[in-house]
């Protein structure tokens, strides 16, 4: 596991989008393009590590160090509340509408 996929409390974290409930403004891939973009059918999608969008239902995406904040922020602002943001250990929501 590179440093770039562990969060700052030392946790790998992963995102997936609901797309059941996603509205396709298109904020999460403006907040942060290299994991969230929206495809042909309007809706957004995660993307992994080779720009590969992942089309499967609740297809997971991990999220780099780097884009944390932006993750986060996209989570918070989605509109559709779609956006999860959980531990790769043990699949706990810690950012969005299933988190504590
Ligand atoms: S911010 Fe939420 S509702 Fe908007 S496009 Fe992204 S996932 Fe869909």
């Known amino acids: 596991m590179s440093v770039q996929q562990v969060a700052p409390d030392g946790e790998a974290l ?35 590590g080779d720009d590969e969008l992942l089309q499967a239902v609740g297809a997971t995406a991990r999220v780099p160090l780097p884009l944390l904040t932006d993750v986060v922020d996209s989570a918070k602002e989605c509109p559709g509340a779609c956006i999860h943001v959980r531990r790769v250990s043990d699949k706990v929501e810690v950012f969005g509408p299933e988190a504590d």
Do not use: H, N, R, S
């Not at 797309?19 to 995660?46: K, N, S």
């Open 14 to 48: 992963e995102v997936w989008i609901d797309q059941d409930l996603c509205t396709g403004d298109g904020i999460c891939a403006q907040y942060a393009p290299e994991v969230f973009e929206l495809d042909i059918d309007g809706l957004a999608y995660v993307k992994d």
